[in-house]
């Protein structure tokens, strides 16, 4: 049984860093490129940082260069997202996502919320 499950978000003041984790299950995680989405009330989701498989490639959507990083263990089937100097357009619930083609497999989210 595939499970993504996502965990730290919660409330940051501007400026502040969270750091946010998807542990993962029932795949060969080594083998999937791994993703942060985030989606905003009433926008679309978004994609925010992909890990790709080969190489550790990483990308970033460009309001997010520069303060996000993501990375991942291959020993704990866990992919991270470190979020610093938080802005409250930051706030969103953040999906995990896997995929090797096609939609792949998604967490249920974690919500972030930046405000003073």
């Known amino acids: 049984q595939v499970q993504l499950v996502e965990s730290g978000g919660g409330l940051a003041q501007p400026g502040e860093s969270l750091r946010l984790s998807c542990a993962t299950s029932?795949?060969?995680?080594?083998?999937?490129?791994m993703s942060w989405y985030r989606q905003a009330p009433g926008k679309e989701r978004e994609l925010v940082a992909t890990?790709?498989?080969?190489?550790?490639?990483?990308s970033y959507a460009d309001s997010v260069k520069g303060r996000f990083t993501i990375s991942k263990d291959n020993v704990k089937n866990t992919v991270y997202l470190q979020m610093n100097s938080l802005k409250p357009e930051d706030t969103a619930v953040y999906y995990c996502?896997?995929?090797?083609?096609?939609?792949?497999?998604w967490g249920q989210g974690t919500q972030v919320t930046v405000s003073s």
């Open positions: 996502n896997a995929r090797i083609h096609g939609p792949g497999y």
């Open positions: 029932g795949f060969t995680f080594s083998m999937y490129t």
């Open positions: 890990i790709i498989k080969p190489g550790a490639i990483t």
